[in-house]
């Protein structure tokens, strides 16, 4: 009888230590992904983005370990407060989020988006800079004034941005996009 | 003194018909016998509503003077002094100039119901203080008077008056609702189709929401019986979904959050974000980061975000979902377990088991988990 107890004990002693063993290591764990981690940030307005500015900065985050932050830039009117929600655009944003982190997760990158608000694309980005630490900014030059980032926002965002900033030459193969369709979020790569 | 009754006419935009649908109940009341008095009407030169006001007493306006002109105000207290059983007082989000009772008639309307007065009143859906922002970017007109949500919360009854952008327009066309000067700038700003359609759909939904909040409130949880018997006892009585995603501070969660925003604009409903943090964890560092992140992201959506210091994740959600009326729970797909952890009930049975039957449990697939699965 003693021996079946002893038996007994060890084995509630043996599960009970396996227990608490396995709670403290869980609760080691840091719940982000990290402290360290390299970030590239991608930002972008619209329905669109090239896709090889989208490559680029998957590549870069590739070689470096890094992971992206593709960030949409919502200008919000002066008519609405700068916090409110903003559904319409949002349902682009998250198409666009979407279709970039599939391609990412296809390459292996991990993805951390935003979508940030500000009175203009260049308020929004400033807001952006000053709220998230990043090493590389992607950023695609338009090869006619679109609706986007103008030159000036690019020279701009040069003399701000405190981290590398990697602007792409407008080129033929920005006809290909990563873009959603006009009804809102059904995603697609578009050619 | 019993407090009175209060019911809102709520709609869409002006030219629906509450006021002359308010008046139109008021004539009804009069004719059963009661003592009905107008405490305040705008008849706005409509014809047809001011024929609806005929033979109604109307407590005689007071007059205000502000900023060099004077104005015509409701007299509340002669509506407390003449003390009808029911008042009729239209415009329900008027702001009062300074020096009267209260900033804001529904304040007046509440000292009136206080006093044992029945009311009816009206109400435009775009000056309900939650809406005001969406309506805003809806429409891209913004109102400055604005009520509370709880203003209709303390309703007896809401009723819409319902109408289709075409008729209302077709109503505004014909000059039922401004006057003709003022006709082709309405249609060409507020009045157009694709406004009066959001709009409509903004008020049904308020009032669907509205209806569901009562009877989440009236309904006592018995729980009693088999589960099966309490699923068919409960769910034909839900009116609409509303979305729970429990997310972690991390970058995953985003997408999980993505994917409840999307499902949640499908079914037309309200959606909440849900953290449940273990106690003693620190806001720091990566976690604070990415709580910032996605505080900002249920922000641009619209979405609750809250944050429940709790040991037991099951129990905190059982708990929220009881009280908020949740439906719909969604949560990312767990880690592998290890260890001991194998022992132990997955997240989602635990929940399906401490929710209320009827609260379905889907699993958000990790990008890279699908992808494998795919393959």
């Known amino acids: 009888v003693i021996e079946h ?15 608490l063993l396995a709670r403290s290591r869980r609760h080691a764990k840091p719940a982000g992904d990290g402290e360290d981690v390299h970030r590239i940030l991608l930002p972008f307005t619209g329905t669109e983005i090239s896709r090889r500015a989208v490559d680029a900065a998957l590549r870069l985050a590739r070689a470096e370990n890094a992971s992206l932050m593709p960030a949409y830039l919502a200008a919000v009117p002066m008519r609405l407060p700068l916090g409110c929600s903003i559904p319409n655009e949002a349902g682009q944003a998250m198409a666009m989020l979407e279709a970039i982190e599939q391609r990412a997760a296809a390459q292996g990158v991990p993805v951390d988006a935003r979508i940030e608000r500000g009175r203009s694309y260049r308020h929004a ?7 998230e630490k990043f090493d590389r900014v992607v950023v695609p030059a338009e ?6 980032l103008s030159g000036d926002d690019l020279v701009w965002l040069l003399e701000r941005a405190p981290a590398e900033v990697l602007i792409l030459r407008p080129a033929p193969d920005d006809a290909r996009r990563v873009a959603v369709g006009a009804a809102g979020p059904v995603s697609h790569l578009a050619a | 003194v019993t407090r009175g009754r209060y019911k809102i006419f709520l709609g869409m935009a002006a030219g629906v018909g509450k006021t002359y649908r308010m008046l139109q109940e008021g004539q009804a009341e009069l004719g059963e016998g009661r003592d009905v008095a107008i405490g305040y009407l705008e008849p706005h030169d409509r014809r047809e509503t001011t024929d609806q006001a005929w033979g109604l007493e109307v407590v005689p306006r007071r007059q ?33 100039p300074p020096g009267l009772e209260h900033p804001k008639r529904y304040q007046d ?23 005001n922002d969406q309506v805003a970017e809806l429409t891209g007109v913004r109102v400055r008077e604005t009520v509370p949500d709880s203003v209709l919360g303390t309703a007896d009854e809401v009723v819409l008056i319902d109408l289709t952008p075409e008729a209302l327009v077709e109503r505004l066309r014909a000059g039922k609702v401004y006057p003709g000067g003022t006709i082709d700038a309405a249609l060409n700003n507020f009045f157009r189709i694709e406004n009066l359609a959001a709009l409509r759909e903004v008020s049904l939904r308020q009032v669907a929401e509205s209806v569901e909040s009562k009877r989440l409130t009236l309904q006592r949880v018995e729980p009693l019986g088999t589960r099966q018997e309490r699923v068919s006892a409960e769910v034909p009585k839900a009116v609409g979904e509303r979305l729970l995603a429990l ?22 409903t309200g959606l909440d974000l849900l953290w449940v943090k273990p106690p003693g964890q620190s806001l720091e560092g990566e976690v604070e980061r990415q709580v910032t ?39 990312g797909e767990s880690e592998r377990p290890r260890g001991l952890a194998r022992l132990r009930e997955p997240l989602p049975q635990r929940l399906m088991r401490a929710t209320p039957p009827g609260v379905d449990v889907r699993i958000v697939a990790r990008r890279s988990a699908a992808k494998e699965e795919g393959s």
């Open chain 1, 143 to 148: 090869a006619s004034g679109g609706e986007g």
């Open chain 2, 293 to 331: 992140a996605l505080r900002q992201l249920a922000s641009v959506l619209g979405a609750k975000f809250l944050i429940e210091e709790h040991d037991d994740l099951v129990a905190a959600v059982a708990r929220l979902v009881r009280e908020r009326g949740i439906t719909y729970i969604m949560v």
């Open chain 2, 64 to 96: 205000v003077a502000y900023r060099d002109v004077t104005v015509e105000e409701m007299d509340l207290p002669e509506l407390l002094r003449r003390s009808p059983e029911l008042a009729l007082i239209d415009e329900l989000a008027h702001s009062n």
């Open chain 1, 5 to 19: 107890v002893l038996v007994g004990v060890a084995l509630v002693l043996g599960l009970g230590g396996g227990y």
């Open chain 2, 247 to 268: 997310v972690r501070p991390q970058p995953s969660s985003q997408r999980l959050v993505r994917r409840a925003w999307r499902s949640a604009q499908r079914l037309g």
């Open chain 1, 125 to 131: 980005l400033a807001r952006l800079l000053e709220s």
């Open chain 2, 109 to 131: 309307i509440a000292d009136a119901i206080g006093a044992g007065i029945d009311v009816y009143s009206t109400l435009n859906v775009q000056h309900l203080e939650s809406l």
